[in-house]
Nanobody, 125 residues
Framework: QVQLVESGGGLVQAGGSLRLSCAASARTLTRYGVGWFRQAPGKEQEFVAA?????????YADFVKGRFTISRNGVYNTVVYLQMDSLKPEDTAVYYC?????????????????WGQGTQVTVSS
């Protein structure tokens, strides 16, 4: 069982930055691909970014390219970050991290088995 806990959400003005963290129990994420998804009110959940198990391959949704950066760290690559810069009001959503046994990571939410509880990001105009 993989348990994921997100943190770092909050309220920020447009143009500002936030860094989200996704932490798992020791060594749990070592061989998993990890993704970030988001869900805005009244909208479907959508893919944001993914990173492979070693951290050297990343994928981004077009609407965050150049603004968001996914990375992983920790002794066993067990912490995954989402650095969000140049935030826009349309980035307002609950952000979820998820883990998949697909070690390369994936943009498909149905390939993710484990999910965190989500963290709220609100960007004011």
């Amino acid at each position: 069982q993989v348990q994921l806990v997100e943190s770092g959400g909050g309220l920020v003005q447009a143009g500002g930055s936030l860094r989200l963290s996704c932490a798992a129990s020791a060594r749990t994420l070592t061989r998993y691909g990890v993704g970030w998804f988001r869900q805005a009110p009244g909208k479907e959940q959508e893919f944001v970014a993914a990173i492979n198990w070693s951290g050297n391959s990343k994928d981004y949704a077009d609407f965050v390219k150049g603004r968001f950066t996914i990375s992983r760290n920790g002794v066993y690559n067990t912490v995954v970050y989402l650095q969000m810069d140049s935030l826009k009001p349309e980035d307002t959503a609950v952000y979820y991290c998820a883990a998949t046994s697909v070690q390369s990571g994936s943009s498909r939410r149905d390939e993710y088995t484990y999910w965190g509880q989500g963290t709220q990001v609100t960007v004011s105009s």
